[in-house]
Nanobody, 123 residues
Framework: QVQLVESGGGSAQAGGSLGLSCTVS????????MGWFRQAPGYEREGVAN???????TYADSVKGRFTISQDNAKNTLYLQMNSLKPADSAMYYC?????????????????WGQGTQVTVSS
């Protein structure tokens, strides 16, 4: 079955950097979209960045210019490099995947999810 396992995250000071990784297994080759979502307590889950099988990346306005999504198909791994972190970036971060190359920030379109990894940014 499909399994997504996040790693990385942790704590950082405002202005610092953190990197997240998501290792994917059991996901059939073909067209796909993979994304990072986050959810802070009391808030809805929101899309942060996504990338499709063509390599097209899209970012939420709140992270544009600070976060970079990338993928290493040979390692079946998705990455999120987070720079210039802000306390508002603190949340549980989730990796997600869907079939088909059309990407979206609508979480209900994604079929597979990781367990999440916590990111905490202090001021």
């Amino acid at each position: 079955q499909v399994q997504l396992v996040e790693s990385g995250g942790g704590s950082a000071q405002a202005g610092g950097s953190l990197g997240l990784s998501c290792t994917v297994s059991g996901f059939t080759h073909g067209t796909y979209c993979m994304g990072w979502f986050r959810q802070a307590p009391g808030y809805e889950r929101e899309g942060v960045a996504n990338i499709n099988s063509d390599g097209k990346a899209t970012y939420a306005d709140s992270v544009k210019g600070r976060f970079t999504i990338s993928q290493d198909n040979a390692k079946n791994t998705l990455y999120l490099q987070m720079n210039s972190l802000k306390p508002a970036d603190s949340a549980m971060y989730y990796c997600a995947a869907k079939r088909g190359w059309v990407c979206s920030f609508l979480s209900n379109l994604f079929e597979y999810w990781g367990q999440g990894t916590q990111v905490t940014v202090s001021s």
